[in-house]
């Protein structure tokens, strides 16, 4: 069946890929292709962050942890690691709801634990880097014999004057495409910075001044963030930067040099849910998979492989 996809980032990507394996013909419509989607200022680690309901977030993370960990093992060129690392907090916390998706989840040690942190957990995460990814995924998709056209749409009308069945990954942008109004916008800072302070990942959430979180990559250091419910705006702050800097200064080793290469922002798709089904309009079909919040990558081959069951039932 031919099928059109709308959305360049990962979710459109992942779910192109699986439907060709599934023996599907597929074009991917997107108005930005990396460099320039949201999916690549996504600092990139594993980890169920703002997105709902749990019961089906944890099934999609879970699967998705599985198909990162085989191509961090088998496609080096994916720029996917394995990282160790830890979440900490100033409080006694039960073990979260995550934890059976990663295999080697255990409680902290107190020398695991930066200066002032009462516990944490520890355990190892893909660490996706985007700029070798997102290319990685597109090259993956034109060999399977998929398609990757640049255009906006701004309606379901025009990709199905194409194809009878839809796959909408538009993220933010399906409140223009589908109306979506429960969809809003969660602004968010990062700072790539060189070289990697630390070999581990480190997430303290519940910073006082806001969250703080450090992301080791192969030559760089991803330093986070922010999470501003409602704002649009795509213009660095350099308040923010510095607050950035200031809220992961106790999380590294003392004395530790940083040199700031790059200042990012992005929008992350929120929603009160993820929207994972398929709507039926007489002949015509589309299948959803937006709003995702701060977890796109996190969920990304779970969901993907939830579209490719939900096509086969509407396949005709």
């Known amino acids: 069946m031919f099928i059109v996809i709308l959305g360049g980032g990962v979710s459109g990507l992942s779910c192109g890929i699986r439907l060709l394996e599934a023996g599907h013909s597929v074009e991917v419509w997107a108005r930005e292709l990396t460099p320039h989607t949201t999916s690549d200022v996504a600092a990139a680690v594993w980890y169920p962050y703002r997105a709902w309901p749990q019961e089906r977030v944890i099934a999609w993370a879970k699967r998705t942890y599985t198909v990162l960990e085989s191509l961090a093992r088998e496609q080096p060129s994916a720029g996917i690691l394995r990282v160790p690392g830890v979440e900490v907090f100033r409080r006694h916390v039960e073990d979260p709801w995550w934890r059976d998706s990663v295999p080697d989840f255990r409680r902290a040690r107190a020398d695991e634990l930066p200066p002032g942190l009462l516990e944490g957990y520890h355990f190892t995460a893909p660490v996706i880097e985007m700029p070798r990814y997102l290319p990685f995924l597109m090259g993956r998709l034109r060999e399977l014999g998929g398609r990757i056209v640049q255009r906006e749409v ?152 939830e579209v490719v069951q939900l096509v086969s039932v509407h396949a005709r």
């Not at 399906?174 to 990697?196: N, Y």
């Not at 940083?258 to 922002?265: A, D, I, R």
Request: aromatic share 6%; proline share 8%.
């Open 154 to 305: 701004r309606s379901l009308e025009e990709p199905w004057a194409r194809a009878s069945l839809v796959v909408n990954c538009t993220g933010l942008g399906a409140r223009e495409v589908v109306g979506d109004e429960t969809l809003f916008p969660v602004r968010g800072e990062v700072l790539r910075v060189t070289p990697p302070p630390t070999d581990r990942f480190i997430f303290d959430d519940e910073c006082e001044q806001g969250i703080a979180y450090v992301i080791p990559r192969a030559h760089d250091c991803i330093l986070g963030g922010t999470v501003e419910e409602g704002n649009a705006s795509l213009v660095p702050d350099a308040e923010a930067a510095r607050g950035i800097l200031e809220r992961n200064a106790p999380l590294l080793p003392p004395g530790v040099q940083l040199n700031v290469v790059e200042h990012k922002v992005g929008l992350r798709p929120g929603r009160p849910t993820v929207r994972l089904e398929a709507e039926v309009f007489g002949e015509r079909v589309v299948v959803h998979d937006y709003g995702h919040g701060g977890a796109g990558v996190t969920l990304s081959w779970g969901c993907a492989e």
